[in-house]
């Protein structure tokens, strides 16, 4: 069909617009077409409604109008306009008061502001059914002028009404050309999509191709500036993010765009089949029980009830607002407390409650605004991060394909990313998962931390079986087998890898087994002497102090024995339990019971077992970070029935770990 066909001229109100057909059409198709409809003769008394700058560049001219719909069917170059400021096309907003939507059979009828004529309606959008809409108008009168705010607008004859909510704007426009090239998986339902302005335009009616054979590659105009204003800059980004809900997704990609300059421009777009994201759908979706939370910021609290629960949803019924917890200072009297994905404001004297832990916090102070946290691998340093992500005990595997499960296009589940302002002001905003690019932005003249992105998969790709976090993105609380399937980049751009964590376990074990795994010196003889007391270790203290650094392979919690040499009764070793301990200070904590005794420095001293329990289950287990190869003695033991006889055996802890398996042999003589 020509293009005749499909657009129409409009003399009496300068219009041209498409009015049939589905056919897409160069631009300039469309500039021939007009060239060759106003050069007959009985054309020559209408101004032309086009001009070219060049093969790829038009222009509408002497205030000829073109709807928005229209340049849907046009490719292949960039459309501006000239002729519409001074209000000689207006844009209006229409709500409130005696308020109708316009329909089809309004345009080319006047309209009327309050009492006054304006001119012909040339097209209209329904913003929201039966509440607002956008009404383009082109001002005949010999002075145009701008209309006011809140005056009542009507069509003569027509349906539409309503009242001005904003004074009318006018101005030119421009319509960019885009169009992709790359390599890009072809068919299978793909839909490449843009953002603008924080939202994905079109969404869901995009008009260029999807699903099907052939080329899933674009080439459409999209309008950058609006009566004179440009939008957002005339940044776009264009996305491509196929997941399809049976599984066999791609690697993403998208690609940001100034457009500023019109004409036409190429958007590379590259994907690829993912081998690691072959799940469907239906399934990933499941693995919702994996949170991701963005840091928002810190606030005082002047009293505390106890611990909250790590990335449990809090809120405060006063205000409102609600958010993720991250961190807390104390567990009693006053501290501090990070929150992540808030949402609302929390106020300076009410209550937050944890929405599992049902611990509570008075807040003393509103949220001080920040975007990273510090996190730090067992042991080791702090380090900041922008999001706090907890894997639930998943596999890696699994939090990957969750990952690009959240950010596939048609995803609308909430991120929570950050941005800096000019002048240093950190800024919240949210924006859906298919949207999603990084954690931080940095919108100073001078970005001092703009993360760079990751395109195939936004929060880290997946390879060899190891995830490999995007910049900002923290990890934790996997699968015991992934502790260390995994590499992360800090906030500040620099990589990050888990230390050497290994287990020592052993198995064939019955619930009520005593089991232990002691250093040695050599042979069987157990290393009771790793360290020496330090001074002020006196009885009823819950913590205990070594002169000695303490390695890395030290459990994070265990028992502790402690060897009181001046005395020489069955009492001079006593085992206690510690929760933690600390390098720096080279102290365990929370000691039960606490010390029974005061012990002498240096006299005295200390040894930690690796495993020192009685075993709930067919195996015990402890996993440490590997520094150096071990001597170690295994011991297990029951006289409960079935008893056993003693099973012992030496090996070595190395880089790859311990295990070995107890052999039972029932010993027939104990009673």
Do not use: C
Not at 182 to 194: A, D, K, L, V
Not at 556 to 569: A, H, P, Y
Request: glycine share 10%; aromatic share 10%; no cysteine.
């Amino acid at each position: 069909m020509p293009i005749s066909s499909d657009f129409t001229i409009d003399y009496v109100n300068k219009r041209v617009y498409h009015s049939s057909g589905t056919t897409i059409y160069t631009v300039n198709a469309l500039y021939s077409y007009i060239m060759d409809t106003f050069d007959e003769l009985v054309q020559m008394d209408d101004t032309i409604p086009m001009s070219a700058q060049t093969p790829t560049e038009y222009t509408l001219i002497n205030s000829w109008y073109m709807d928005d719909v229209s340049f849907k069917y046009l490719k292949t170059g960039a459309v501006q306009t000239n002729g519409w400021t001074s209000y000689n096309i207006h844009i209006l907003t229409v709500t409130g008061g005696t308020y109708a939507d316009p329909v089809a059979g309004d345009v080319g009828k006047t309209v009327v502001a309050g009492a006054t004529s304006i001119g012909p309606l040339l097209a209209y959008e329904v913003t929201s059914v039966g509440v607002s809409s956008k009404w383009w108008v082109r001002d005949t009168r010999g002075s145009p002028a701008q209309i006011g705010s809140a005056v009542a607008m009507t069509i003569t004859t027509g349906t539409g009404s309503g009242n001005t909510s904003v004074a009318s704007v006018s101005g030119e426009n421009l319509w960019s050309n885009i169009y992709t090239l790359g390599s890009i998986q072809e068919g299978s339902s793909q839909q490449i999509y843009i953002e603008q302005n924080g939202a994905r335009i079109f969404s869901g009616s995009e008009w260029w191709p999807e699903g099907g054979s052939g080329t899933q590659h674009i080439d459409v105009l999209i309008k950058v500036k609006e009566a004179g204003t440009e939008i957002n800059g005339a940044l776009i980004t264009v996305y491509l993010r196929h997941y399809p809900s049976g599984g066999n997704a791609d690697l993403y990609d998208h690609f940001g765009i100034d457009l500023t300059t019109g004409g036409r421009n190429a958007v590379p777009l590259a994907t690829s089949p993912d081998l690691n994201n072959t799940t469907a759908q239906a399934t990933v979706s499941g693995y919702n029980d994996i949170t991701i939370a963005f840091v928002s910021g810190t606030l005082t609290y002047s009293t505390i009830s106890g611990p909250f629960t790590n990335l449990e949803s809090v809120s405060q019924a006063v205000s409102g607002a609600t958010g993720i917890f991250l961190k807390q200072t104390t567990t009693t009297g006053a501290g501090t407390m990070t929150l992540g994905n808030v949402v609302g404001t929390f106020n300076n004297t009410n209550v937050i409650t944890g929405g599992s832990s049902g611990a509570t916090a008075t807040s003393s102070s509103t949220l001080t605004e920040a975007y990273t946290m510090a996190k730090n691998f067992t042991q080791g340093s702090n380090f900041n991060y922008s999001v706090i992500i907890g894997v639930a005990t998943r596999v890696l595997s699994q939090l990957y394909e969750y990952l690009k499960y959240v950010t596939r296009i048609g995803s609308t589940f909430t991120m929570y990313p950050t941005a800096t302002a000019q002048g240093g002001a950190i800024t919240h905003t949210t924006k859906q998962g298919q949207l999603y690019i990084r954690a931080h932005e940095d919108n100073q003249t001078s970005p001092t931390n703009t993360y760079s992105p990751v395109k195939a998969s936004p929060f880290g790709t997946f390879a060899g079986g190891k995830f490999f976090g995007a910049q900002g993105v923290w990890i934790e609380n996997m699968a015991s087998a992934d502790v260390q399937n995994y590499q992360l980049i800090d906030s500040g751009g620099v990589t990050r890898t888990p230390p050497n964590q290994q287990a020592i376990t052993i198995s064939n074990l019955l619930s009520g087994d005593r089991v232990a795994v002691f250093k040695t010196t050599s042979g069987t003889t157990i290393d009771k002497a790793m360290y020496t007391a330090a001074a002020g270790n006196n009885s009823g203290n819950s913590t205990f102090v070594v002169n000695e650094a303490i390695p890395s392979d030290t459990p994070t919690s265990g028992s502790i024995r402690i060897v009181d040499v001046s005395d020489t009764s069955a009492t001079r070793e006593t085992r206690y339990t510690y929760t933690s301990w600390d390098g720096p200070s080279k102290t365990f904590s929370g000691l039960s019971p606490t010390l029974d005794r005061t012990y002498t420095s240096p006299d005295d001293t200390v040894y930690i077992p690796y495993i020192d329990t009685t075993a709930g289950s067919t195996s015990a287990s402890v996993t440490v970070i590997y520094s150096s190869d071990r001597t170690i003695l295994v011991r297990v033991r029951r006289k409960t029935s079935v008893a056993i006889l003693p099973f012992e055996t030496t090996g070595t802890f190395g880089s790859t770990g311990y295990s070995t398996s107890a052999i039972r042999t029932t010993d027939t003589i104990v009673t």
